[in-house]
């Protein structure tokens, strides 16, 4: 009989899939709190159920039928929470809980096919960073071609440019032949254009840390954003200093220090608007987009009242610059203040509230195409989270036509991609299976 040493969230949302449970009843089942449960299907792997619940899991499983049992371990085989079983333990700082509906499908034969071939969900191979890596370590120790500061302001902007399309692999060629340049643009630099240089610098580590976070390097990525965060220091400018805290509260979460990222958002903004007084449209876009990590941070924290201040602090940004815009590339606006309640309801275990909210986003004014693409992925989650699994795949196909470097680069879009492919059944299990098989993610 399968058998669990010590419960995370995604051992307990496996054994709620192969229950065929909803949220609410699988919570009512254990006598938790439906939040509580939420939260383990959100936060998976890092968060530990409580000993009362620990006990409570155990004896589900114990009493559970064995096909269900035969669900639940070939569920945590593959992974449909995470990472997949059995490749490692709990991180020491996985947290400890204190405190999506419908069926999940029948297994059926196909999904037994591949298990008993040893075949499980896998996820695509994401581009190859080494040698963004190298450059990131060693940047002088490369060969970089000689720019001038207006060559180089040219090509920071262009990484933005296919950042914000998704081009993740043409972002990824941009940026090794940029960071070998950069000591000799900073050391040709003299007079204002020096401070340009450490803004541009800052934008630069900027693009680095968030691509890395894209294909799933979170501790590089931690690297790349104090780069930032130390150029922008450098350049005095404090509407940069406030950018590069943006990427700095993202690695922060990506790392798992969801508190930090909070006082952090928190405290850059208020500084922000303390030296700046919003007086400008880039001070109010990166006040605003700051704001909005903050909360999805706080969300993570299951701190929903932090969460829904910060979001309403976002609403008076956005309400303050009047347009939807990309003021230092921030795609900051009311319509991007949407996108993130679409993100923190889902964070927040309210998979309904979250499509409840993205039917009110009004695309045509999404122009940023990875901005696009990660909420038709929220969207994506939610259903899969409620039990939808068709609506899902369809919100994952949307967003493949989208940005199909954002499904195919990002881990953390594959497992959707591999939740649907084992939870599902008959045709939708079929087309999910084909799907995968187009966009390049592994079974």
């Known amino acids: 009989m399968a058998t669990v040493t010590t419960w995370t969230g995604q051992d307990a949302n496996a054994l709620r899939n192969a229950l065929r449970m909803s949220v609410t009843a699988f919570a009512e089942h254990l006598g938790a709190a439906r939040r509580t449960v939420a939260k383990w299907s959100s936060q998976g792997e890092q968060v530990l159920p409580r000993a009362d619940m620990q006990a409570a899991l155990d004896t589900v499983l114990s009493r559970a039928t064995p096909e269900v049992r035969e669900r639940f ?5 593959a992974g449909t929470s995470g990472a997949p079983v059995g490749t490692a333990q709990p991180d020491s700082d996985a947290r400890t809980d204190t405190g999506d509906e419908g069926d999940s499908g029948s297994d059926g034969d196909v999904r037994r096919r591949l ?19 190298d450059a990131l ?27 914000q399309a998704c081009r ?22 003299d007079g204002e254009q020096r401070s340009q240089v450490e803004i541009l610098t800052a934008d630069l580590y900027h693009v680095v840390g968030s691509v890395l976070l894209k294909v799933g390097d979170p501790g590089m990525a931690l690297v790349a954003a104090e780069r930032s965060s130390r150029a ?17 509260t993202h690695a922060l979460m990506g790392n798992n220090h969801d508190a930090q990222a909070v006082a952090l958002a928190g405290n850059t903004a208020e500084s922000l608007d303390r030296d700046t007084h919003l007086a400008s449209t880039d001070a109010v876009a990166v006040y605003g987009a700051l704001v909005l990590r903050g909360a999805i941070a706080a969300a993570r924290r299951d701190d929903r009242d932090t969460a829904h201040a910060m979001l309403d602090e976002a609403t008076r940004a956005a309400t303050r610059l009047g347009y939807d815009g990309n003021d230092r590339w921030t795609g900051f606006g009311a319509t991007n203040v ?21 039917r009110t986003v009004p695309l045509e004014k999404v122009t940023l195409a990875e901005r696009k693409a990660s909420l038709f992925v929220d969207v994506a989650r939610a259903y899969t989270q409620w039990g939808r699994y068709e609506h899902g795949l369809n919100a994952l196909r949307t967003a493949y036509e989208v940005a199909p470097e954002e499904i195919r680069c990002r881990p953390t879009v594959q497992r959707i991609a591999g939740d649907l492919a084992t939870l599902t059944n008959g045709s939708t299990r079929t087309a999910a299976v084909g799907f995968a098989h187009r966009a390049g993610i592994r079974l």
């Open 73 to 77: 371990e070939a569920l945590r085989t």
């Open 115 to 133: 298990l008993l071939g040893g075949a499980a969900i896998g996820i695509a191979a994401v581009p190859n960073v080494a040698p963004l890596l």
């Open 137 to 163: 370590v060693s940047p002088t120790h490369s060969n970089g071609a000689a720019l001038s500061f207006s060559q180089f302001s040219q090509a920071v902007a262009a990484a933005k440019v296919d950042y």
């Open 168 to 189: 993740y692999e043409r972002v990824l060629d941009r940026l090794v032949t940029l960071l070998p340049s950069l000591e000799a643009v900073k050391s040709g630099a």
């Open 232 to 248: 922008a220091a450098l350049s005095q400018d404090p509407v940069a200093i406030a950018a590069s805290a943006r990427i700095m």
């Open 338 to 358: 949407q996108l993130h309640r679409v993100n923190i309801a889902l964070t927040l275990g309210d998979a309904g509230t979250a499509i409840a909210i993205a």
